[in-house]
């Protein structure tokens, strides 16, 4: 029976790791962090994800998962060895790969027989024959080594869900062996007749750029509709309904929001345009996207500070910190740049996230006051501003609501409400394209 090994427990690789425990497989994952290690071993996760404690204390139980903050015990136990550790931004856009090849290096160092090294995170074209050549390099003379891409699109929020039936696998690599190994280890996911893909290293590395961009644009094209929406007297709701009905479009990713955000669509556009502009050849719609995307975070606070001339002063409640609801993950949230614009015009802030606020309060620290809940946050405010979808934020008792601001002025910037409705009970609702 094969064995695993996950190098990386942020969000893919815990969530990895968890997954291919549930398959059947005996499972280790390892990561640098170890109090992340030690709070995995009393079986908490150190982040908010559903359902993703209860599936793990199963694996725990039945004895096929085990956290260890010793890498090598990990890699050495494995036959199979996911990587899956963070590719974050550089200021540039570039894509930061030290510690891809850290991971790598200390695979090399404790591997004397033959092994399959998949590479799980996002890495741009060529990374994965960067590794083989590492690799071998690294492993010459000691022991033969196989390797391949398989590149996530779980989604934070439905990660385990979306990992025990994604809409496809895609497995990148120059050999059949890794193929049949990777089969083997997916079997369940074969039996799900989830289709599979398989192509070359940059292929598959291409892929996960592309699926990103192409949805980061949907976002962002729905957005610039909502911004011309306003000007026009148009509903941005009724518009991508309509547009959505058409199989060439489909009704996904085409929710008016504040901007999109969280740790891939904004970094994994940024890498994408900044490594073909580097090699000459420039994807301006992908740079007009990220563009795009900014000025939707400045409209959201162009639209608070037009309705009260200026925000000196301002006391506003901020609903939702998290870059979307189901997640405590705040990373390139458009909460952050908004709250930033806000602080800087003069508004005084007092936030609530379901599962955020400690990050929150990391990073705002005495800039803003934080409340326990949605009606602590409405609290004696000027106004509530609406920044993610939590699904409580959709249920809202609106008369307690009413009740608790002192001016009934509400900015939706998830369209969660209907106009007709909260201006019935008196309030100023303010969307973005409605
Ligand atoms: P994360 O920051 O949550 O987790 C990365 C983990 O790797 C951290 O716990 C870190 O301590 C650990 N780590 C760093 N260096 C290490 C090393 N040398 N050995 C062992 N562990 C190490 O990141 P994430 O969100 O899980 O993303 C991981 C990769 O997957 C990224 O490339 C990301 O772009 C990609 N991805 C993420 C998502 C998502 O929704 N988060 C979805 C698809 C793909």
């Not at 200390?106 to 990374?127: F, N, Q």
């Not at 009704?251 to 000459?280: M, N, V």
């Not at 705040?330 to 909460?335: E, F, I, W």
Request: aromatic letters at 10%; hydrophobic letters at 40%; charged letters at 20%.
């Amino acid at each position: 029976m094969d064995k695993v090994a996950v190098l990386g427990a942020g969000y893919v690789g815990l969530t990895t790791a968890v997954g291919l425990s549930a398959f059947g497989w005996p499972v280790v994952c390892t990561d640098v962090d170890k109090e992340k290690i030690e709070s995995l071993n009393k079986g908490q996760v150190p982040f908010f994800e559903p359902g993703l404690e209860e599936w793990m204390a199963q694996s725990m139980q039945k004895g096929l998962l085990t956290f260890t903050p010793d890498a090598s015990i990990a890699i050495r136990s494995a036959d199979v060895i996911f990587v899956a550790v963070g590719t974050p931004s550089l200021p540039d856009g570039s894509v930061e790969l030290s510690d891809l090849f850290a991971a790598v290096s200390t695979i090399s160092e404790h591997m004397t027989e033959d092994k399959l090294i998949v590479i799980k995170s996002t890495v741009p074209p060529g990374t994965t024959q960067r590794v083989k050549e590492f690799l071998g390099e690294r492993l010459a003379g000691i022991c033969s080594f196989e390797v391949a891409t398989n590149p996530e699109f779980l989604r934070e929020g439905s990660a385990i869900a979306d990992f025990m039936k994604p809409d496809r696998v895609v497995i990148g690599t120059d050999r059949s062996v890794p193929i049949e190994r990777l089969q083997r280890i997916y079997q369940p996911l074969i039996e799900r007749e989830v289709p599979f893909i398989y192509t070359n290293f940059q292929t598959a590395e291409m892929i996960k750029y592309s699926a990103n961009s192409f949805l980061a644009m949907k976002v962002a094209f729905i957005n610039e509709i909502s911004r011309v929406c306003d000007l026009a007297g148009a509903d941005v709701l009724t518009i991508a309904r309509a547009i959505g009905q058409d199989p060439r479009i489909g009704p996904a990713y085409l929710q008016p929001g504040p901007g999109y955000g969280g740790s891939c669509l904004p970094k994994d556009t940024a890498a994408f345009a900044h490594f073909f502009r580097e090699r000459g050849m420039p994807l301006p719609i992908i740079e007009a996207v990220m563009e795009s995307n900014h000025m939707q975070h400045r409209y959201a606070v162009q639209k608070i500070s037009d309705y009260y001339n200026t925000l000196d002063g301002i006391k506003l409640g901020v609903l939702g910190t998290a870059f979307k609801g189901g997640t405590s993950d705040m990373r390139q949230s458009p909460a952050i740049p908004i709250i930033n614009q806000l602080l800087q015009l003069g508004a005084e802030l007092t936030l609530y996230d379901p599962q955020a606020l400690d990050e929150a309060r990391q990073l705002w620290g005495d800039a803003c006051l934080y409340a326990e809940d949605e009606y602590e946050a409405a609290a004696g405010q000027d106004g509530i501003v609406i920044v993610t979808d939590w699904p409580s934020f959709r249920q809202l008792d609106l008369d307690r609501v009413a009740q608790a601001l002192s001016r009934k002025v509400m900015f939706d910037f998830r369209s969660l409400y209907q106009r007709a409705k909260l201006e019935q009970m008196g309030f100023d609702y303010i969307a973005i394209g409605r």
